[in-house]
């Protein structure tokens, strides 16, 4: 893999990798007495651990100029491990807080283990960890497949991927350590903070780059939810996290902002997070994998285009649900629930596109199981964009809020959407990438996928029943005027959806774990690589659209 | 400290500019979406993804 790069690019990895190792240094040393001086260890050694094979390869020959023939795929194969490795890890992490939730108890002595460190574990594992390696090495198949063009270069992918996993390490080492500055999703402290925007800047410039190389005349409009994703991303990450550290070597920093005005901050950051991170990027994922595994275009191109500029425009709006009836001004709380219920138009205009599409090929989506994933994902987007529009009408909101109703609402979108439609993507990439006619076991997909579908209907039906009876609960009065219930009785009542719930989530790690196995052995052993090369340039799609391709060719 | 923007100047700019600005871009991506002589290019985009080559054009 590393001999693939050409001289000039090892040289310069390895500059890099050596800077980084002495900042780390630098940081250890000067940070003493700060729970800063870890992460400057962290960055020295995992610096070191990715520059010593780099320097093994040094001194091999310039690779070949045959390279040029084919995309630059081995970042997005990398990218596909470290998804389902962030994977299996955050989604334990959350089986664990979900049965602390059941039995306190099941912590270590250590601080690190506690709820409120692991809560923010699972969090960023999972949505940055596990969706954003996800985004990532997707994003580099889509782009160079969309546009017919290599990467640029074989460095900045690199630098992309493996500088973002620090910042992952970087996040969820620190709140174990405890390191945090409070904000729910983003969590890091600046250090971290700044690292991300250098990588997430290489990674915009890398994308404008293979865009400019095209030789088609349209961009694609999966490339534009990729690049709404990169460019909000950006924007929010940076507004959201502008502080002042304490310190230069310690891990401490103040927020820019103070009062409600922090709080909408914070939740125009939040609420786009989920737009901008798991909605958009995803439906860039959709809009290019579903099509092509279906073996049919898109149904309405048009339609894609104004869920598009639908969607952008108005979730900048909707933050302010998040803060019904705080401090906020009445004004700001109307508008972002007036624009959350017309977001829902957009929504379901993407949601309605897939399953349009799937028109006329219900017969795939039976036999193919990674198809099947991204038909539910496409249902459950639709579902919870629903949801969460209704959860946003200010009186709906005074039941829901601070329940278990919202996690159900996160947890529809996260696994039914989020994960389902990942899970669809990189069944499909899997062999087009390793060159394998299909993954190992077909039977193992099949599994994942009820196991999925399962734990996201048990997790979420425990949730919904959980969240409204705590709302109702919380509510209810007495003939006096008193509230009927103590807080502690909610607890018990929810004790056996929070078992349950921990059944559900036991169930969806179980079928991501069936995934990781069927990856190894996809890799590891999995036929079809040299039929995959003898039978030409094309990729393997995967046996069932295959036969639909050359059918209508 | 000093109030930079008032309450009233943001409540103003949002309810003038920002309504303008939305009309004005919704009625530019439906044109944009709806204009006759785009409907080949996007045939051909939505067609494009399903060319069975793998391989970058360079
Ligand atoms: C095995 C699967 C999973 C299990 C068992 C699980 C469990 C949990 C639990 C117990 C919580 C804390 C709820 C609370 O504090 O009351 C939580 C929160 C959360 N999880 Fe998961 N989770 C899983 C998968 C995922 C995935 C795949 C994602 C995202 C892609 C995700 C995103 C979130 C988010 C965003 C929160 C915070 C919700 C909020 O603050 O309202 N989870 N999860
Ligand atoms: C039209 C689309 C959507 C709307 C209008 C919407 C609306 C809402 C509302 C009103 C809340 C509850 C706020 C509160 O009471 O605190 C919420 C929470 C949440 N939603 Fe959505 N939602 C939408 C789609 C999605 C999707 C697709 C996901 C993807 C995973 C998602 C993830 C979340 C998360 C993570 C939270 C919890 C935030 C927190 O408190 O930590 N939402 N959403």
Redesign the interface.
């Known amino acids: 893999m590393l001999s693939k790069l050409t001289k000039g690019e090892r040289e310069g990895g390895l500059i890099i990798l050596l800077a980084m190792t002495v900042i780390g240094l630098v940081i250890a040393i000067a940070g003493r007495g700060d729970p800063i001086s870890a992460h400057g260890f962290l960055i020295m050694l995992f610096s070191m651990a990715v520059a010593v094979p780099v320097m093994r390869h040094l001194f091999d020959p310039e690779p070949s100029r045959d390279r040029?023939?084919?995309?630059y795929d081995d970042p997005s194969k990398v990218g596909v491990v470290l998804t389902f490795a962030w994977g299996a890890f955050a989604m334990f992490v959350g089986d664990w807080v979900a049965w602390l939730l059941v039995e306190p108890n099941l912590t270590f002595s250590g601080a690190w283990s506690s709820f409120g460190r692991l809560r923010p574990v699972h969090t960023t594992g999972v949505i940055f960890g596990f969706g954003g390696n996800g985004l990532i090495a997707t994003s580099f198949y889509v782009m160079?497949?969309?546009c017919?063009?290599?990467l640029p270069d074989q460095l900045s992918p690199w630098f992309v991927l493996i500088g973002y996993n620090l910042f992952c390490l970087l996040a969820v080492s620190g709140y174990m350590l405890g390191i945090t500055q409070s904000k729910e999703y983003a969590e890091p402290e600046w250090y971290a903070d700044l690292w991300l925007v250098v990588v997430w800047i290489v990674y915009f410039v890398l994308y404008l780059r293979t865009l400019s190389?095209r030789?088609?005349?349209?961009i694609?409009?999966?490339n534009w939810y990729y690049m709404a994703f990169i460019v909000v991303v950006a924007m929010l990450h940076i507004v959201n996290n502008l502080a002042v550290p304490v310190s230069l070597f310690g891990a401490k920093s103040h927020s820019l902002f103070a009062g409600v005005q922090d709080a909408l901050t914070e939740w125009w950051y939040g609420h786009n997070a989920v737009a901008f991170f798991l909605t958009s990027g995803f439906l860039g994922m959709m809009y290019?994998y579903l099509?092509?595994r279906a073996?049919?275009?898109?149904f309405s191109?048009?339609m894609s285009?104004?869920s598009f500029?639908g969607i952008t425009?108005m979730y900048m709006w909707v933050g302010s649900h998040h803060l019904h009836y705080t401090a906020l001004?009445q004004?700001v709380q109307t508008?972002g629930m007036t624009f959350s219920l017309v977001l829902l138009v957009p929504s379901w205009g993407s949601a309605a596109n897939a399953l349009l599409t799937l028109n006329g090929a219900w017969h795939k989506v039976r036999d193919d199981a990674t198809l099947r994933f991204m038909m539910v994902a496409a249902v459950f987007y639709g579902l919870t964009t629903f949801e969460g529009s209704f959860m946003a009408i200010r009186s709906v909101n005074s039941l829901s809020h601070y329940t278990d109703w919202t996690v159900g609402h996160v947890h529809a979108g996260a696994l039914g959407w989020v994960a389902m439609i990942t899970f669809g993507a990189l069944y499909a990439s899997i062999p087009?990438l390793w060159k394998r006619e299909r993954m190992y076991s077909p039977a193992l997909v099949e599994l994942h996928f009820w196991l999925a579908l399962a734990g996201t209907a048990v997790y979420v039906f425990a949730m919904w029943n959980s969240g409204i009876i705590q709302g109702l609960m919380w509510r209810t009065y007495t003939e006096n005027g008193n509230l009927a219930y103590t807080f502690i009785d909610s607890l018990v009542a929810m004790k056996p959806y929070y078992i349950a719930r921990a059944i559900g989530g036991l169930l969806f790690l179980l079928g991501a774990l069936a995934g990781c196995l069927n990856l190894f052995l996809t890799i590891r052993l999995a036929p079809g690589e040299a039929e995959a090369e003898r039978a030409g340039?094309?990729?393997a799609?995967g046996r069932p659209s295959a036969a639909a391709?050359q059918a209508g060719? | 400290m000093m109030t930079i923007v008032a309450?009233d100047t943001l409540?103003w700019f949002?309810k003038t500019f920002g309504l303008i600005y939305?009309v004005v871009?919704?009625v530019v991506?439906?044109c944009?979406?709806?204009w006759p002589s785009k409907q080949k290019?996007?045939?051909?985009?939505?067609?494009?993804?399903?060319k069975?080559?793998?391989?970058?054009?360079?």
């Open positions: 040029l023939d084919s995309y160079q497949r969309t017919r063009a290599r190389r030789q088609e005349p349209h694609y409009v999966a290019y099509p092509v073996g049919r275009p898109i191109y048009r285009i104004i500029w425009f001004p004004w508008l087009w340039s094309g990729p799609y391709l060719e | 309450h409540v949002a939305l871009l919704s991506v439906l944009y979406a709806f290019e996007f045939d051909d985009a939505s067609a494009s993804i399903l069975k080559e793998d391989r970058p054009w360079q």
